[in-house]
């Protein structure tokens, strides 16, 4: 085998397994949003505290749901009340669900749905496409190593089924 194409094969391989991860990880997402559209309610929070990060902004927020305090955080704002609410901790619109599980957010759950699932696919499929070229590629560099390593390859069977040459006959013309 080849060891210089074995790393990058190696190499897709492991990006695959974590594209696949990220991808299946994002569907999960997208369907858990889905379920929660459908159960789900709205009601009136405050963003408490911003937090700068990595990824952008982290919004933190606090509502209330039948005198029972709940405080979540998101990395996006797309319901404040008055203009500018998100950044000037001000109030916001929240929705949240109790089905599949306890879940809010500060949009509704439908458009989060659906922007999971279509970064999902994506990841997902370039995943699979790097795991499976990598995977196929190199099953047959194994396979053609091991045809290639075959003690038997390239010579011929003499009647007894010996293997070795010593029972053909070589002639040669004009001699």
């Not at 669900?97 to 306890?102: A, D, E, K, V």
């Not at 496409?129 to 075959?150: C, H, L, P, V, Y």
Request: glycine share 12%; net charge negative; proline share 5%.
């Amino acid at each position: 085998m080849d060891g210089s194409l074995m790393r990058p094969l190696l190499l897709s391989l492991a990006v695959g397994i974590v594209c696949s991860f990220i991808g299946g990880c994002q569907c999960f997402w997208g369907h858990t949003y889905s379920v929660a559209a459908q159960h789900e309610a709205t009601v009136v929070g405050r963003v408490v505290r911003i937090s700068s990060g990595k990824g952008g902004p982290f919004y933190h927020y606090v509502f209330s749901v039948n005198g029972v305090s709940v405080d979540d955080s998101t990395g996006y704002c797309r319901t404040p009340l008055e203009p500018d609410a998100c950044d000037n901790l001000g109030p916001v619109l929240v929705y949240y669900s109790f089905q599949p599980f306890r879940i809010s957010a500060l949009e509704d759950f439908a458009p989060s749905s659906v922007r999971a699932y279509r970064e999902g696919t994506i990841w997902l499929a370039v995943g699979l496409i790097m795991f499976i070229a990598g995977f196929i590629i190199i099953t047959s560099m194994i396979w053609q190593n091991k045809r290639d390593d075959e003690p038997d390859r390239g010579k011929v069977k003499s009647a007894t089924g010996s293997g070795d040459e010593s029972g053909v006959i070589h002639i040669v013309p004009g001699e």
